[in-house]
């Protein structure tokens, strides 16, 4: 099982990033997927997951109207377009993966999971 979040960079406050999630390794239409972020001396927290019908997708309420998620069953992937970004969303994102129809926040609830990208928020 191999995840691999992608697409963090520096950007300015009010500016956007699209993040992806690519998988292998596991069936990967029978699980949902979720973001996570770790901030310095933070916990990690969830961002946002989508279930495995692509429909209602749940935001910590945080990032609610700034952030949204989807995903793409044949390419495998799953995607975080972030808008208005604020210099508190600085932190590394990582993608995890667990076989339940729909999905949840919260971190221990997750198997698998990728190594991060980070993302900067900053003037």
């Known amino acids: 099982v191999q995840l691999q979040a992608s697409g963090g960079g520096l950007v300015e406050p009010g500016g956007s990033l699209r993040l992806s999630c690519g998988t292998s390794g596991f069936a990967f239409d029978y699980y949902a997927i979720g973001w996570f972020r770790q901030a310095p001396g933070s916990e990690r927290e969830g961002v946002s997951c989508i279930p495995l019908s692509g429909s209602g997708p749940h935001y910590v309420d945080s990032v609610k109207g700034r952030f949204t998620i989807s995903r793409d069953n044949a390419k495998k992937s799953v995607y975080l377009q972030m808008n208005s970004l604020k210099p508190e969303d600085t932190a590394i994102y990582y993608c995890?993966?667990?076989?339940?129809?729909?999905?949840?926040?919260?971190?221990?609830?997750?198997?698998?999971w990728g190594r991060g990208t980070l993302v900067t928020v900053s003037s």
């Open positions: 995890a993966a667990e076989r339940f129809s729909d999905c949840t926040l919260h971190r221990t609830s997750y198997t698998y």
